[in-house]
């Protein structure tokens, strides 16, 4: 219901979006072979190429993490899950958090969805610190 959200309010031109649920260990290793840092992290997206007919993207999330981030964060698991999927969905979409003024308009768009999806973001969602 997240993605959708997401996708209904930014009407992209492709729409589909494959999501794998793994673990730490499994997450690591694509953040270590997509993005050469070793360590785990929560949420990972990769956009196809814009070629019609194709899908939006890949996002893969660490149900660990999220563990770990939802009870950070006061929230359910599939909470957490669903608010990383949004966030994963947007930087297929194209947004990106890197500078204060892309941070900013991330968060106000994960609460639009989230919001829009039924579920709780509290202040300013962000990642925590990963084990390594």
């Given at each position: 219901?997240?993605?959708?959200?997401v996708?209904?309010?930014?009407?992209p031109s492709?729409?589909?979006i494959?999501?794998l649920?793994?673990?730490?260990?499994?997450?690591?290793?694509l953040?270590?072979a997509?993005?050469?840092?070793?360590?785990?992290?929560?949420?990972?997206s990769?956009?196809?190429?814009?070629i019609?007919?194709?899908h939006?993207?890949?996002?893969?999330?660490?149900i660990?993490?999220?563990?770990?981030?939802a009870q950070?964060?006061?929230?359910?698991?599939?909470?957490?899950v669903?608010?990383l999927?949004i966030?994963?969905a947007?930087?297929l979409?194209?947004?990106?958090?890197?500078t204060e003024?892309?941070y900013?308009?991330?968060?106000a768009?994960m609460r639009?969805?989230a919001e829009?999806?039924?579920l709780?973001?509290k202040?300013d969602?962000?990642?925590?610190?990963e084990?390594?």
């Amino acid at each position: 219901m997240a993605l959708n959200t997401v996708l209904e309010i930014h009407q992209p031109s492709r729409r589909g979006i494959s999501v794998l649920l793994t673990d730490d260990e499994e997450i690591r290793a694509l953040n270590k072979a997509w993005r050469a840092q070793d360590k785990a992290t929560d949420v990972l997206s990769w956009p196809a190429p814009d070629i019609p007919g194709n899908h939006l993207g890949d996002i893969a999330i660490s149900i660990e993490t999220a563990q770990r981030q939802a009870q950070h964060h006061g929230v359910s698991l599939s909470n957490e899950v669903a608010v990383l999927g949004i966030h994963g969905a947007l930087h297929l979409l194209g947004f990106d958090d890197l500078t204060e003024t892309e941070y900013e308009e991330m968060q106000a768009k994960m609460r639009e969805a989230a919001e829009r999806a039924g579920l709780s973001i509290k202040g300013d969602w962000g990642s925590i610190a990963e084990p390594s």
